[in-house]
């Protein structure tokens, strides 16, 4: 099994600045793709950004030129970091990985969910 532990987030007024991290730690053969997703209240799930093992990056529109995903391949871990932040961006915030738990066993995993609050 793969968990995943996120860390960070928290209240912030317009304009601030948060930093999430998380770490992936277990059974870890090799991961593929790291990243977040969120939920707001009454909205789906979105995907937020991702990073694959090989450097590229994806964001969702919204949060474009205004986040950052980042990753340690050695620690397991990606940080996400939230500049300029909107009310709008809040929402329960997903840490998401996948990969292989050995030569021929895939994985995918969410963490439990950090809060992110931006008030206006």
């Known amino acids: 099994q793969v968990q995943l532990v996120e860390s960070g987030g928290g209240l912030v007024q317009a304009g601030g600045s948060l930093r999430l991290s998380c770490a992936a730690s277990?059974?870890?053969?090799?991961?593929?793709?790291m990243g977040w997703d969120r939920q707001a209240p009454g909205k789906q799930r979105e995907l937020v950004a991702l990073?694959?093992?090989?450097?590229?990056?994806n964001y969702a529109d919204s949060v474009q030129g205004r986040f950052t995903i980042s990753r340690d391949n050695a620690k397991n871990t990606v940080n996400l970091q939230m500049n300029s932040l909107k009310p709008e961006d809040t929402a329960v915030y997903y840490c998401?990985?996948?990969?292989?738990?050995?030569?021929?066993?895939?994985?995918?995993?969410w963490g439990q969910g950090t809060q992110v609050t931006v008030s206006s």
């Open positions: 990073t694959t093992s090989g450097g590229n990056t």
């Open positions: 998401r990985a996948d990969g292989l738990t050995g030569p021929l066993t895939p994985f995918g995993s």
């Open positions: 277990g059974s870890i053969f090799s991961i593929n793709s």
